[in-house]
């Protein structure tokens, strides 16, 4: 699985031919591998028409390209705030809080995520073949589907130390830009043009496989909403910056702690592991069905929703299993 950072044309239409010699050294002869692009095909088309943006054919012969769209940036940061607005509001009926739901479009983007990496995936387990994902950054919906798609498949990104490792991995070095996209929280008036819950998009794509699997990760729903917090506002340093030459420039670890090492302490990590967890060394394969995609409640609505009860069962959960 590899994803690319920017397109594999350069400027004014010129062939790159580094990277047809990198993409042809990776496949074997008679090998086929697969190109997803997470642009739709107009976009690409686009981006040719004004001098790069999309891979020829004829340069790329045993690659196969095939395009699902994600929305990025505005549309997205547009339909979170629409879907923050509508669970802030109690009063409503039940017709209009699904009409606002529905029209938020937040449940679509989860669902065109998982099965986009679901795709990603099926390459990569059932063809035997080689993936490249990118699109028209590569830190942004290209990491959303690398890391998804290896949750998917590798059991070992589902322990609390894989998943950590493949946080660090596939955003933080990848250089997601954490600090222009979670800029400000979607309870702000203010619109950052670069802000835009890519991140948070993830958490709730790994949440919706932690309730369709709920004993094959080994950590809960406390820690993605702990990761969410702390994406936006943190007393740790782990998201701060865009990239690592801004926390080098800016010696984050020498000056700020790591949220990895909070989170890794003995007396908070239990708050964070699923007391039903056993390893699964199967590739589990989420339904995308609109049924099978559900609103993440511990999230969009812990502020007007009691927890309490549910906090208890889980205690209760943690205390009976450990008690075995």
Same mark, same amino acid.
């Given at each position: ?5 920017? *397109? ?34 107009? &976009? ?7 001098? /790069? #943006?999309? $891979? ?16 990025? #940036? ?5 339909? +979170?705030?629409?879907? !923050? $607005? ?14 606002? =739901?529905?029209?938020?479009?937040? =449940? ?21 073949? @080689?993936?490249?994902?990118? /699109?028209?950054? #590569?830190?942004?919906?290209? %990491?959303? !589907? ?8 590798? *059991? ?5 130390? /894989? +998943?950590?490792?493949? =946080? ?33 998009? +993830?958490?709730?794509? !790994? ?6 699997? *709920? %004993? ?8 993605? =909403? ?10 740790? /340093?782990?998201?701060?910056?865009? @990239? $690592? ?15 990895? &090492? ?9 708050? +964070?592991?699923?007391? %039903? ?37 889980? !205690? ?9």
């Amino acid at each position: 699985l590899l994803r690319s950072s920017q *397109p594999l044309t350069g400027p004014n239409r010129r062939r790159c031919r580094d990277d047809e010699k990198l993409l042809g050294t990776i496949l074997d002869e008679g090998e086929r591998g697969f190109i997803i692009d997470t642009r739709s095909a107009q &976009a690409a088309k686009q981006a040719r028409m004004g001098g /790069g #943006g999309t $891979e020829p054919k004829s340069s790329y012969p045993q690659w196969r390209r095939l395009h699902r769209a994600l929305d990025r #940036g505005r549309p997205l940061q547009e339909s +979170f705030i629409r879907l !923050v $607005e509508a669970c802030a509001e109690p009063s409503l009926g039940m017709d209009r809080w699904l009409s606002r =739901l529905e029209s938020s479009r937040w =449940l679509g983007h989860v669902k065109a995520a998982l099965s986009t990496a679901c795709l990603a995936a099926q390459c990569l387990d059932r063809e035997d073949s @080689n993936v490249l994902v990118h /699109g028209a950054e #590569g830190t942004d919906t290209t %990491l959303l !589907v690398t890391a998804l798609a290896q949750l998917i498949l590798d *059991p070992s990104c589902r322990t609390l130390e /894989g +998943f950590q490792a493949l =946080l660090e991995r596939e955003w933080i070095e990848a250089g997601h830009p954490f600090q222009l996209r979670c800029a400000r929280s979607a309870s702000s008036h203010a619109r950052g043009k670069q802000e835009a819950p890519l991140f948070l998009l +993830f958490l709730d794509c !790994v949440w919706q496989l932690s309730r369709q699997f *709920p %004993l094959s990760l080994e950590f809960g729903e406390q820690l993605l =909403l702990a990761l969410f917090d702390n994406a936006y506002a943190s007393a740790y /340093g782990t998201f701060l910056c865009n @990239n $690592e030459k801004e926390r080098s420039l800016c010696k984050v670890k020498e000056s700020t702690h790591s949220l990895w &090492a909070w989170l890794n302490q003995p007396e908070e990590k239990h708050k +964070f592991l699923n007391p %039903l967890y056993s390893h699964n060394p199967l590739v589990i394969w989420p339904s995308v069905e609109p049924q099978s995609i559900q609103l993440w409640q511990g999230l969009f609505l812990r502020w007007i929703r009691p927890s309490q009860h549910l906090d208890e069962a889980w !205690v209760e959960i943690r205390r009976l299993v450990e008690g075995k």
